[in-house]
Structure formats: structure tokens, C-alpha cells
Nanobody, 125 residues
């Protein structure tokens, strides 16, 4: 049974930083694609960042390039999303996702079967 648990969300002022964690059980993350997605109220879920399974290549949405960093700790079976210079428009519920099959496009939400419960990030003064 694959389970993902996100943590690390919270309230932060604009310009601040947060690091989100995605811990897995029943599944070894370093063998498979992992994505971070977010969904703001009234908006569709969007891809934020991901690690491709085939070659470990990393992708970022244009809106977060230069501010967010995705990385994984294989020993802890955890993927992180370091978020710096946060803006109010980053406010959303953040989800991590993975799959046990090959993922063609790791920024596509429809590629993933397994999702965490989400963690709220609020950027406000």
C-alpha cells in the first residue's frame, strides 16, 4: 500500500521560506517520478515541480523557477520542496504525488495514481 504524507505547510509572510516534506511508505521514491502540485481556491490543480523517474531530470513551473527547489533524501525516502521568496500567489494546498508505473510527463497530474492528503501554505502579511 503506497502512502504519501506531506508536512511543513503553514502561514508565512511574503518573502519568507518554507520547506515541504513528502514521506512515503510502501514505495521507494527514488525509483519513480515524484511531483509537487498545488491547488488554490477556485483554480485547477497545477504542477509546481517534479523529478523524472527515467533520468532524474527536474522540472519547475515558470512561476516558481529560481525560488523553489525540489530534492530527495533517499535514506529517508522523502522528497522535499524548498520554497523561498514566497509570494501571496503561492498560497494553495500543496500535494505530492507518485506512481508505480513509468510516468511520461512528470508535471502532469493525470500521470499519478498516488497522492498525499495535502498541506496548506498561506503567504500573507
Amino acid at each position: 500500500q503506497v502512502q504519501l504524507v506531506e508536512s511543513g505547510g503553514g502561514l508565512v509572510q511574503p518573502g519568507g521560506s518554507l520547506t515541504l516534506s513528502c514521506a512515503a511508505s510502501g514505495h521507494t521514491l527514488n525509483y519513480y517520478a515524484v511531483g509537487w502540485f498545488r491547488q488554490a481556491p477556485g483554480k485547477e490543480r497545477e504542477g509546481v515541480s517534479c523529478i523524472n523517474s527515467s533520468d532524474g531530470s527536474i522540472y519547475y513551473a515558470d512561476s516558481v523557477k529560481g525560488r523553489f527547489t525540489i530534492y530527495r533524501d533517499n535514506g529517508k525516502n522523502t522528497v522535499y520542496l524548498q520554497m523561498n521568496s514566497l509570494k501571496p500567489e503561492d498560497t494553495a494546498v500543496y500535494y505530492c504525488a507518485t506512481d508505480t508505473d513509468y510516468v511520461l510527463f512528470c508535471m502532469g497530474a493525470s500521470e499519478y495514481e498516488y497522492w498525499g492528503q495535502g498541506t496548506q501554505v498561506t503567504v500573507s502579511s
